[in-house]
């Protein structure tokens, strides 16, 4: 029998494997040696062998577009061929998995509210959205670089997450 997750997961994979295709051309379109389809398979099949042990999903999109973003840069990274990243581009990646339902606003006044948003963050919490999210660092490699714990990094960004899903949440639904 198959589980919920898988299903959804199935579904999603169905209906959107071209427009993945698409997203994941878009972002490594620099080189020959990769190619979109075996990333996505990769990210498919971690995906399915763990769906039962996931939470429910909830955000189908979000959650396969975040780790096809996380396997691009792992991709990039091992290949040590990472470009400086396009915040714009990458805002819009987030904005995505951030929130679906931001249908009164066009892409670029979801992105302005993002910037604003991350702006107003404390420079701890911004820091880490930059890093992690931006420009595609690991936890280790700024622990490593700023001496701070690998724990205390995630929590920050945990933190600034759910800040920032709630003040767009806010300002989405006035």
Do not use: W
Request: neutral net charge; aromatic residues 8%.
């Amino acid at each position: 029998m198959e589980s919920e997750n898988s299903t959804k997961l199935k579904d999603f994979f169905g209906r959107e494997y071209d427009s993945l295709k698409r997203y994941v051309n878009s972002k490594i379109s620099d080189t020959a040696n990769r190619d979109a389809e075996d990333i996505i398979q990769d990210v498919a099949l971690k995906l399915f062998s763990g769906a039962d042990r996931y939470a429910p999903i909830n955000n189908v999109a979000g959650f396969v577009y975040k780790s096809v973003r996380n396997r691009i840069i792992d991709v990039m990274r091992s290949t040590k061929n990472i470009n400086s990243a396009d915040i714009d581009n990458d805002l819009l990646d987030l904005v995505d998995v951030i929130h679906q339902s931001a249908n009164s606003y066009s892409s670029e006044e979801t992105v302005l509210l993002l910037k604003k948003c991350i702006d107003q963050l404390k420079p701890a919490y911004k820091d880490i959205i930059i890093a992690v999210d931006f420009e595609g660092y690991s936890y280790r490699e700024i622990a490593k670089e700023t001496g701070i714990s690998i724990g205390t990094l995630m929590s920050r960004r945990h933190r600034a997450l759910g800040i920032l899903y709630s003040q767009i949440e806010q300002k989405i639904n006035r």
